[in-house]
């Protein structure tokens, strides 16, 4: 009898013990597919195909400096018969995302990034984009004060030809344990 008592507290401590450890402990990836279903499931323009989709999340220096925070990014690379000022009216009007941190008070604005004016940031399987000097690709860096496109962010399409680009969200979130 006193055995069986025993064992029947031991799995109640060890049930509780999990039960604190999974609550306190983050689940990185779970945030991160969370926060990358966002984009996914966002209306496309019209004309507009996916080619492409992933994430990359992880503690990453360079233009992101986490400082000990988790990131979170997702892209979609896609081809339209859209020209460059109306896909940066569409992004431009487009919805904030909400962030990936665990009271979601800050809403992420998209980023848009052309071919040719893009770079991959991070190894051949997880990566994610920037402009140059790892600047954000949000859509009012394209516009000047004339509500006009740059002139270095503008592309070359001839009348009904596709163009690629990538849009991209990003998000840090504080997680534990801090063991990597």
Sequence with gaps: MRKNRKIIILLVVLFFICLTVKLLFTDKQK???EFAE??????????????????T??????AFGNGGYWNA???????????????????KSADLFI????DKKNNIPIQ??????????????????????GAQG???????????????YKIKQQPGERIEYSIQIHSQFDYFPKLD
Excluded: C
């Design 99 to 102: 962030s990936a941190e665990k």
């Design 31 to 33: 945030i991160s597919n």
């Design 112 to 133: 848009i990034y052309f071919e040719g004016h893009f770079e991959k940031e991070g190894s051949n399987h997880e990566y994610y984009y920037t402009l140059e000097y």
């Design 138 to 152: 949000f859509v009012d860096r394209y516009i000047d004060d004339n509500g006009h496109i740059k002139e270095k």
């Design 57 to 62: 999340n992880g503690k990453f220096g360079g």
């Design 73 to 91: 990014f997702s892209y979609m690379t896609l081809s339209t018969k859209l020209n460059q000022e109306e896909l940066l009216k569409y992004y």
């Design 38 to 55: 966002q984009l996914y499931n966002y209306p496309l323009p019209p004309q507009t195909e996916m080619i492409d989709k992933g994430k």
